[in-house]
């Protein structure tokens, strides 16, 4: 639960929401989490190397990603990988309509 301070708006106070966003987005068994006490930046300063490493580790992964939306647009015959959540709704809406239809004839 949050317990940091709201403003007028009942809204965050930016410092805390800025908090719980960090500890909430560090991948599974990295640091970030309630209990870390230092910044990413203290945690890397000094070590030009595992920068390095963990650059190269975020592009390794935004090219598969990357591939992978390219790949899932294509699946869906879709004209622009912006819109890949929307041609999947229509998919997913046409294929509930085919059961429904399926289902009324009698199969």
């Keep these: 639960m949050f317990s940091g301070r709201m403003d007028a708006r009942g809204d965050q106070d930016d410092s805390e929401a800025a908090k719980v966003e960090h500890s909430m987005s560090g991948p599974e068994g990295q640091g970030g989490g309630a209990g870390s006490t230092t910044s990413p930046q203290a945690a890397h300063e000094g070590d030009p190397s595992r920068l390095a490493a963990e650059l190269d580790d975020c ?19 879709s004209k622009n990988p912006d819109k890949i959540e929307h041609d999947l709704r ?9 059961r429904t239809l399926f289902e009324k004839q009698g199969g």
């Design 59 to 77: 592009r390794r992964r935004c090219d598969k990603l990357a591939d992978r939306e390219r790949r899932i647009a294509e699946l869906l015959n």
């Design 90 to 98: 229509n998919v997913m809406n046409q294929l509930q309509l085919l």
